[in-house]
């Protein structure tokens, strides 16, 4: 079994910076790719940010230059700093990872999701 819980949303002013984090456990003998998505009242869930196990990242056009995703796999965990934050930003942020567990089977695992808003 895998458990990701994910923590760090909130309510912020326009311009204004939070960071989430994601921390997975279990039986878990490798995390992949690593990533985190957001949904937004009323559309359909996006990929916001990626990265690998070898530490590449990608990024929506929407969020490059104002989000950083980064990993500690000691840790077992993923972060996305997210810095000017507009009210465009505002959405439901799920964690996603893609994780080998120790039966040697293969599968993605989401987060509960946490909110942020972006509001004045």
């Known amino acids: 079994q895998v458990q990701l819980v994910e923590s760090g949303g909130g309510l912020v002013q326009p311009g204004g910076s939070l960071r989430l984090s994601c921390a997975a456990s279990?039986?878990?003998?490798?995390?992949?790719?690593m990533a985190w998505y957001r949904q937004a009242a009323g559309k359909q869930r996006e990929l916001v940010a990626g990265?690998?196990?070898?530490?590449?990242?990608n990024y929506a056009d929407s969020v490059k230059g104002r989000f950083t995703i980064s990993r500690d796999n000691a840790k077992n965990t993923v972060y996305l700093q997210m810095n000017s934050l507009k009210p465009e930003d505002t959405a439901v942020y799920f964690c996603?990872?893609?994780?080998?567990?120790?039966?040697?089977?293969?599968?993605?695992?989401w987060g509960q999701g946490t909110q942020v808003t972006v509001s004045s």
């Open positions: 990265i690998t196990g070898a530490g590449t990242t």
């Open positions: 279990g039986s878990i003998f490798r995390i992949n790719t």
């Open positions: 996603n990872c893609q994780i080998r567990t120790t039966d040697w089977k293969g599968s993605d695992y």
